[in-house]
């Protein structure tokens, strides 16, 4: 491990899959904190009510779990009980490009971690996703601003294409300390440090069950493939579980990254402590 | 290495971007099959010409490089030159599933090795995509067809999103030997054999420039997501470079998968004998 | 009015929205019926419960008001119920381009009227919209069988784009009676026969309300474009009214259109005896 | 005709497809004038050169032909030469927004006539389109702005689906004087004042060929929508002729609309003198 105060430790956990990602993150983020002594954890929790959004039980559930910052995405809408308790959910952010000045909630915070604070901000894409205000356009503001406090930021870009996902890293290189992807659920295996310093990893991945397709039953999911009858997709509650994740180092004073490592716990990648 | 004549080795090279990843082919090939002794090689070449479809030149050197059977996807039409050739082409093959009988070329193909059968088998998924045949239909009849002759049956899915081809390998789980997905250019790390025997990786990955965006100039790109204007889009040729691919261990009697392994070799990756 | 026997008057009326389009319906189409004696009226329910597929209630009642066949599209499954009775419901036509062999229900049906047999047909497109099989070879199948029996062929096209509607209705131009579209809910003024005899409209337009956006309650339409948060779009089903429908006259022989007459009834364009 | 002074008339015709919709615009721009003496004539030329964007010798030949305002949509880049002269091109308007100061160009201009001013505003609209910055937020703004100067205001709404038009429209309710959609090329039939005063148009259609699909060749978009290969769309330069347009009248005070009236001429709708 280097040495302390010179190096921060950040944990990823993508996309927390309903109780059964609620369970694993329960189980296994002690574990990883004690092997790795990350600084800050950030998860990302838009599945992690039923799938769906989250409502305020379950995000209190993950910030017990060990998390200091919860991430979201496209489903950040999707469980109507988000709008009783975001405005008041400090540690919870959702895309910082949603349509401006429309909706509750916040796109970034900062968290102080002994001198240092960590800025952590949420984006979306737009290809092949809903509509929202432009990302780049959005995060070059908020990036700038930032710098003016820290340069330790990490960015969850949540997108469905490659291309988008690697555009966003490479543009922002050398500005923020950590660009990782989420929402397609499933981990790349591509996470490397960018020439100016950016950690970039195109998808971290799911956190929930390993026997369903991105997480949710698989005969609903073929089904749909099969018929194209509208079917109501549920979490995989039962069998097999996932953890996907990635650790970061960041140089404290210059924001850059020293190391980016992916993690996964599963039957195929049993822990090993 | 596993007794001879019970296990099939395959080599799966994902999509070969312009001259780059040809050079990468023809540099790296040999040394793979030296390594790993793969008694069949696939490369995926929707991309080789100049990063979008394929010439007869291109293709020829791919066999040249070691290649067996050459696979496509949704750039199998971008080069006109395609036309020239894919009628007589027989280890060329592109998606199965496009517009039956209004398209020129083969879905699919058997290669004899040894006393055994392998047939290659390739489909596009339709999620984000331009219209085609249903790709589950297409390859159930396909598939049933093909398992009179032989089990061992190698896909190369050519899709965006993972929930199809998660969908895609669950569903033909136990019936084919592999399924392995290309398109997004970015190698996932999700290799594994599913409980019925069948290989699968949502992405095996991309081969060619590693600086750029899926294998493109990265400023291209780049000013397209900044301005939404048209720009035409040109394979990054010069610098860095990557290989992406898997191997696959198959036994011959069964068509079951023993083993998927994901290889990566770029400058964050070097290839070790 | 033409000769009796010599011409076959089709009345098509579109998109029934929620309970007002039924109330239209049962308020007009009598009336239609007595102005212009249409011999066979086709109505598309796909939106006829609460905006939202169909049950068999609904279904009965379009019926009782004079429809002789109810033609569907995107939203065919959307109400559940529609399962318990569209395998005994024969003047319900689903698009003939669902997945074959994976879904109930039927694509086209004949009726007879006196000595004449028309057929009708409905397909779905595939641009911005679900993935089906391929209408264009679908139809052409069926529409090759069907004119073993005759040659009086009314298409409803569901489709998004102008384009996929307008290349639909070339291609069969002299194959089918008349191809009329539906889904943009919005009537368009492009009524006109082709050179050879099929009469092509590029969408009907919806019945229901009439200060609705689609037909949906305008505050929750424009509030999703406003934020993008999900809402839960409903019929407005009180306050000002429309119905859009077609009147086509087809040579009873040749199956060619002689007449295709856009109608309107709302309070810019009221109904006139 | 009414009263001088009191009401302003706007002719807007929809787009020009290649030199074929030039010529249209040459013959009966003089001739509608003459029947209809509007003070403004607004013409879409997103497909005046070739099909696909502008020129600056199409421009001045469309503004020669009697045009007062050009407006565009999603093909104004397709063009490269249109960067040489749209920024001093002041009687030339793009999507106001569009990527916001990333592209040259304006997005509204605002033309004196006698005593009055009317603003001419272009936008583009998100679904199933190329990612742009949100066409409510910016017109918005914009709006807000332009009626400290005037409330004549006419906007292009350039979009693909109905509900966003229709949205568009009915949130801008008394807020501007017209809002007329572009980009389908097929006319609605829908044109009406909404209960604020607006003038509302789904679709305008376009201008050039008749017997083309969307204005190019049938037999290349039949053939795309057959085999799904990458086809040249060329426009049909030979041939039947189309012009579609709408005559709106505008109260000069208060800037609502009293009138608003499509326009077609082609051969099944002969200009009438
Ligand atoms: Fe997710
Ligand atoms: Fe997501
Ligand atoms: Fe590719
Ligand atoms: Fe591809
Ligand atoms: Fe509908
Ligand atoms: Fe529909
Ligand atoms: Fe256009
Ligand atoms: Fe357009």
Not at 45 to 54: H, K, L, P, Q, S
Request: aromatic residues 8%; neutral net charge; proline residues 4%.
């Amino acid at each position: 491990m280097v040495e302390k105060g010179k190096i921060m430790r950040i944990l990823f956990v993508g996309d927390v899959m309903g109780n059964t990602g609620q369970e694993v993150l329960e189980e296994y983020l002690p574990k990883l904190k004690h092997l790795y002594h990350p600084q800050v954890t950030i998860v990302n929790g838009e599945n992690a009510t039923r799938g769906r959004g989250i409502n305020e039980k379950v995000y209190k559930r993950i910030l017990s779990c060990g998390a200091d910052v919860v991430t979201m995405g496209n489903h950040t809408w999707d469980n109507p009980e988000i709008t009783d308790f975001i405005g008041s959910a400090k540690k919870l952010i959702r895309p910082a490009n949603f349509s401006a000045g429309q909706v509750p909630g916040i796109g970034y915070t900062t968290i102080k971690i002994n001198q240092q604070e960590l800025a952590v901000l949420n984006l979306q894409g737009r290809i092949f996703m809903t509509p929202s205000d432009d990302p780049f356009a959005v995060a070059k503001d908020i990036i700038t601003d930032l710098r003016k406090k820290t340069s330790l930021i990490f960015v969850d870009f949540h997108a469905e294409t490659t291309s988008e996902k690697a555009a966003f890293a490479w543009y922002f290189d050398g500005q923020v300390s950590a660009v990782v992807g989420t929402h397609t659920h499933i981990q790349t295996n591509d996470a490397r440090i960018l020439p100016q310093g950016t950690a970039f990893l195109t998808d971290v991945g799911m956190t929930g069950p390993y026997d369903g397709i991105i997480g949710m039953k698989r005969q609903n999911v073929i089904a749909r493939f099969l018929n194209q009858m509208p079917t109501r997709f549920e979490v995989d509650e039962s069998g097999r579980r996932n953890l996907s994740a990635c650790l970061l180092e960041i140089d404290n004073e210059m924001g850059r990254a020293k190391k980016i490592k992916t993690i996964l716990i599963n039957p195929d990648h049993p822990f090993m402590q």
